[in-house]
């Protein structure tokens, strides 16, 4: 049953259930199952990458700008640490599918465990990226920039999810169909609500490339592939992430 249907079924306990749920699947803290039933907590995507994004900030607060470069790179790491480079891995899976010379080599490149050439180079490539474009985030918003980031990229799945072609199997197909139109709406509020709660105009920036990138990138890939994949919603929440951070950098 998809999730947030109806303005009647949202309360406090509901907030929890959709949080837990959402940091159950966006990270590696072990969280119980909310209710004993299988939750995408959809809804909560953006409040829990932003929450990613908070405990990435803590090098950049502690070290201070004498040290922001280190700081960035420490950041990029915690983070990567926190979700077990679990979008990391959709990233790799989805670069190696897109080099391979056939559909059926994709496929099997996808499907592969192995990272190729391709995935190894996508997924240094996006970390460097990640790391110098916070590096280059004026003082003091650098903490926010995180923040944000960590927010508007963890929102295009649950943003995109009603409405992308979906597998017959698999994660990417469960989440899309248990994923509902509630919670699109929910993760968009939670991102602008954000941006305009934090000062100057650089958040604004990241929002909206965080959107407009991670979007971009998941239809070229269903357009590509033909469905929508776990694989596939984790190369958007990088890519997402990776632009947000950019268009902060270039903004502060």
Same mark, same amino acid.
């Given at each position: 049953?998809?999730?947030?249907?109806?303005?009647?079924?949202?309360?406090?306990? +509901?907030?929890?259930?959709? %949080?837990?749920?959402?940091?159950?699947?966006? +990270?590696?803290?072990?969280?119980?199952?909310?209710?004993?039933?299988?939750?995408?907590?959809?809804?909560?995507?953006?409040?829990?990458?932003?929450?990613?994004?908070?405990?990435? =900030?803590?090098? %950049?607060?502690?070290?201070?700008?004498?040290?922001?470069?280190?700081?960035?790179?420490?950041?990029?790491?915690?983070?990567?640490? =926190?979700?077990?480079?679990?979008?990391?891995?959709?990233? *790799?899976?989805?670069?190696?599918?897109?080099?391979?010379?056939?559909?059926?080599?994709?496929?099997?490149?996808?499907?592969? $465990? &192995? /990272?190729?050439?391709?995935? =190894?180079? &996508?997924?240094?490539?996006?970390?460097?990226?990640?790391?110098?474009?916070?590096?280059?985030?004026?003082? $003091?918003?650098? #903490?926010?920039?995180?923040?944000?980031?960590?927010?508007?990229?963890?929102? %295009? $799945?649950?943003?995109? =999810?009603?409405?992308?072609?979906? *597998?017959?199997?698999?994660?990417? &197909?469960?989440?899309?169909?248990?994923?509902?139109?509630?919670?699109? #709406?929910?993760?968009?509020?939670?991102?602008?609500?954000?941006?305009?709660?934090?000062?100057?105009?650089?958040?604004?920036?990241?929002?909206?490339?965080?959107?407009?990138?991670?979007?971009?990138?998941?239809? *070229?890939?269903?357009?590509?592939?033909? /469905?929508?994949?776990?694989?596939?919603?984790?190369?958007?929440?990088?890519?997402?992430?990776? #632009?947000?951070?950019?268009?902060?950098?270039?903004?502060?």
């Amino acid at each position: 049953m998809r999730e947030w249907r109806g303005a009647h079924r949202l309360g406090p306990r +509901t907030v929890m259930r959709e %949080i837990r749920s959402a940091t159950g699947l966006l +990270t590696r803290f072990p969280v119980a199952e909310a209710g004993g039933t299988a939750r995408t907590g959809s809804a909560a995507f953006a409040l829990v990458g932003a929450g990613l994004g908070l405990l990435a =900030a803590t090098p %950049i607060v502690a070290f201070g700008d004498a040290h922001r470069p280190l700081a960035a790179v420490v950041a990029i790491g915690l983070l990567t640490l =926190a979700t077990g480079a679990l979008h990391l891995d959709g990233l *790799a899976d989805t670069a190696d599918a897109l080099a391979a010379s056939d559909p059926t080599t994709a496929e099997r490149a996808r499907r592969d $465990p &192995a /990272v190729g050439t391709a995935g =190894a180079a &996508a997924v240094v490539l996006v970390l460097m990226l990640d790391a110098a474009a916070l590096a280059a985030v004026r003082s $003091p918003n650098a #903490a926010s920039a995180v923040v944000v980031a960590g927010a508007v990229s963890r929102a %295009i $799945p649950a943003l995109a =999810a009603p409405w992308v072609p979906r *597998a017959d199997h698999g994660f990417g &197909a469960w989440f899309a169909a248990a994923s509902g139109r509630g919670g699109a #709406a929910a993760v968009v509020l939670t991102s602008f609500a954000l941006a305009l709660l934090l000062p100057g105009t650089s958040p604004k920036f990241g929002v909206l490339a965080g959107l407009i990138g991670g979007l971009v990138v998941l239809v *070229a890939l269903v357009r590509r592939f033909g /469905v929508a994949s776990g694989d596939t919603f984790g190369a958007a929440i990088e890519i997402a992430f990776a #632009a947000s951070l950019v268009a902060q950098a270039v903004a502060s």
